[in-house]
């Protein structure tokens, strides 16, 4: 199903999946709205998907303005505290619990959403007995997703993937002649602080770089972008299909059900 119309549709094995992505800045050649973009088509195609191999998961309409300090020093940032936001996300799990489901997940767009939305899903659950959830349409590289060799695992912001993903989905949007690589490569040397290893460390995006951007997005390409996002869809769809079933107290069913 596209969306939630209706309550009385709904039952305790229903899924309800909200997108999550940002409205910040993306460098000089992406969208502010580039993560709220795939946020959303990806979740609305892997609902999609996912509902058409006979899961029960209904897709709200996503949420846009998140936690985006990390870029609050360029223009056309626009972000809530930490404490509203997550106010804002219980708040919501508090309504999801109102209806009959039982099962609310969350699809991210948004790397500096992620840690926020694992609290929030501990906090729904023991404030309103929610099974919640967290996916990402793409796990971004410094949790432990993939980056292109040539980002050498530090594509985490306007590179290569989100550059080649909204030339996919939205090519008008995009202006590659004002793509620049700035890829941190010193931080490489550190054998334990850095993006993905054993010790994280809090930054600004105009730590790394005037132009905010962390990656290397000149060599992105549309063919590039269907290829991500259609492997995101598959991905999600079929991590929908298991939160479907999830039950964290008894083993998994026999043969769980799959999208795709």
Request: aromatic share 6%; hydrophobic share 45%; net charge negative.
């Amino acid at each position: 199903m596209s969306s939630v119309a209706a309550t009385s549709a709904l039952s305790e094995d229903s899924v309800i999946v909200l997108p999550t992505g940002a409205i910040e800045h993306h460098g000089p050649h992406l969208p502010l709205s580039t993560d709220q973009l795939i946020a959303d088509a990806v979740a609305a195609a892997a609902v999609d998907s996912a509902a058409a191999s006979g899961v029960d998961v209904w897709r709200l309409p996503g949420l846009a303005y998140t936690k985006s300090d990390e870029h609050h020093w360029a223009s056309g940032t626009f972000w809530l505290g930490w404490d509203t936001m997550m106010s804002t996300l219980v708040e919501i799990g508090r309504s999801v619990a109102a209806t009959p489901a039982r099962r609310l997940a969350f699809l991210n767009g948004h790397g500096g959403m992620s840690a926020l939305l694992q609290v929030a899903c501990r906090e729904i659950r023991r404030l309103h007995g929610l099974q919640t959830f967290v996916l990402h349409a793409a796990v971004p590289p410094d949790q432990g997703g993939p980056s292109a060799a040539g980002e050498l695992g530090l594509g985490v912001h306007g590179g290569l993937q989100e550059t080649s993903m909204i030339l996919h989905l939205r090519p008008e949007l995009v202006d590659l002649s004002l793509a620049v690589r700035s890829v941190p490569e010193h931080l490489t040397d550190y054998q334990y602080v850095g993006f993905g290893k054993a010790v994280s460390f809090g930054w600004l995006s105009n730590d790394f770089g005037p132009s905010g951007v962390i990656g290397d997005p000149t060599g992105a390409s549309a063919e590039r972008g269907e290829e991500l996002f259609e492997t995101a869809v598959h991905r999600c769809a079929a991590a929908l299909a298991e939160v479907a079933v999830f039950d964290p107290a008894g083993p998994a069913p026999v043969g769980p059900r799959r999208a795709g």
